[in-house]
C-alpha cells in the first residue's frame, strides 16, 4: 500500500469518527430537550416563599409528564393524564409575567369557595386543616382577612407556605390550569443545606 493510498484511508476513518461522535451528540441534545419539554425539567429556589417546605438554594426536580403532554410554547395539552390536586406542589407560569415561573402549593380547586380569616382557611365554609401552612410570630396580632371568592372553571387558586412572606392568589388572582408546567417532586441538590438533597418534595 502506497503512502498516499494510506493517508486517504486514514481521512476516511478521521471523517467517519468525527461523523459518528456528531450524531451522538445530535442524539443526546435532542433526548436532551425532550425530557426538558415533555418529561423532567429543573429548577432552582429563588426566594423564601415555600419555606420552610423549600428553601433558597434548593435545586428541584418537577414532572411535566404527570398533567399531560402539552405542546411547547402554545399551552395546549396533546395528551390529558391527570389535574393538579389539592396539596401538590407546582410550577407555573405566572399570570401578570409570562417570563416568569413562579411555585406555589394548590389549595382551591375549580368551582370552590375559598375565604381565609387570621391563620384559618376554609374551604366551601369548612376549615381547611392547612398542615403546610407556616406563619411568623408577627401573625399572631393580625386579624386579616381575605375572601370570600371562587375559584374560576380551570383555574386554581395558590399560596405559599410561608404565608406571611408569599406573593400568591391572594394578591395577583388565579392560575389557569393551561399554564401549569408541572408538579415539584424532588430536591436533587440544595446548598448550604446540602444534608436536603433526594428530599422528596411534599
Known amino acids: 500500500m ?8 486514514s481521512k476516511v476513518r478521521k471523517k467517519g469518527l468525527i461523523r459518528e461522535y456528531a450524531e451522538a451528540a445530535l442524539i443526546a441534545i435532542v433526548l ?20 420552610p417546605t423549600l428553601l433558597v438554594g434548593d435545586h428541584i426536580l418537577v414532572n411535566k409528564f ?24 407546582i ?3 405566572y399570570p401578570v409575567d409570562k417570563s416568569k415561573d413562579f411555585i406555589k402549593r394548590v389549595i382551591g380547586l375549580p368551582g370552590e369557595k375559598i375565604e381565609i380569616i387570621g391563620k384559618k382557611v376554609y374551604i366551601n365554609g369548612k376549615l381547611y386543616p392547612d ?4 406563619y411568623t410570630e408577627l401573625h399572631r396580632n393580625r386579624n386579616t382577612r381575605f375572601g370570600p371568592v371562587i375559584v ?8 405559599g407556605d410561608n404565608r406571611d412572606h408569599s406573593y400568591d392568589s391572594r394578591y395577583w388572582g388565579f392560575v389557569p390550569l393551561e399554564y ?5 417532586f424532588i430536591i436533587y441538590w440544595s446548598w448550604p ?7 422528596i418534595i411534599r
Open 32 to 51: 436532551a430537550l425532550f425530557i426538558r419539554t415533555f418529561v423532567v425539567q429543573a429548577f432552582k429556589i429563588p426566594s423564601g416563599s415555600m419555606e
Open 152 to 159: 374560576p372553571p380551570r383555574h386554581l387558586f395558590v399560596m
Open 131 to 134: 398542615p403546610h401552612g407556616y
Open 2 to 9: 502506497s503512502a498516499k493510498e494510506d493517508s486517504l484511508k
Open 91 to 93: 410550577v407555573f407560569i
Open 66 to 89: 404527570i398533567y399531560g403532554v402539552k405542546i411547547p410554547y402554545l399551552r395546549k395539552t396533546l395528551i390529558p393524564i391527570s389535574h393538579p390536586k389539592r396539596e401538590d406542589v
Open 180 to 184: 401549569v408546567k408541572g408538579k415539584a
Open 193 to 199: 443545606h446540602w444534608k436536603r438533597m433526594f428530599h
